[in-house]
């Protein structure tokens, strides 16, 4: 039997779309909306922050969990967690169809300097 999880957070799903500027000529870079402020499980890595400090620089990285109900929205390139302070967040592997086949799960990664 799989375990259940309750979607109970809000994140809104993105991915990166490159036109071409018509004047210069160079990439331009920006991000679509592909679902606004869906409905997903959130659950942090434990352990939850990992710091390295290299040349003086210091940097944390802090892993989470996603799942969601599956859908149309892949690919996706960028999530943004709407109750963690619109923390925007990278997706480093996934998608991951879950027992149920019903949900799939994603692992985010942030990085802060400081």
Known sequence: MVATFRCDEQ???ERKTV???PVHGSAVETWAVVADH???NVQDVLPSRGETTENGLRAAVQRTRLR???G???PADRVTLHSHGNRGM???AGPALLDDR???EFMLESFTNG
């Open 72 to 74: 149309v929205f892949l």
């Open 90 to 92: 990278q997706i480093i």
């Open 19 to 21: 036109s071409k500027d």
């Open 38 to 40: 869906y409905w997903a």
């Open 102 to 104: 019903d949900h799939v």
């Open 68 to 70: 969601m109900r599956k």
């Open 11 to 13: 994140v809104t799903i």
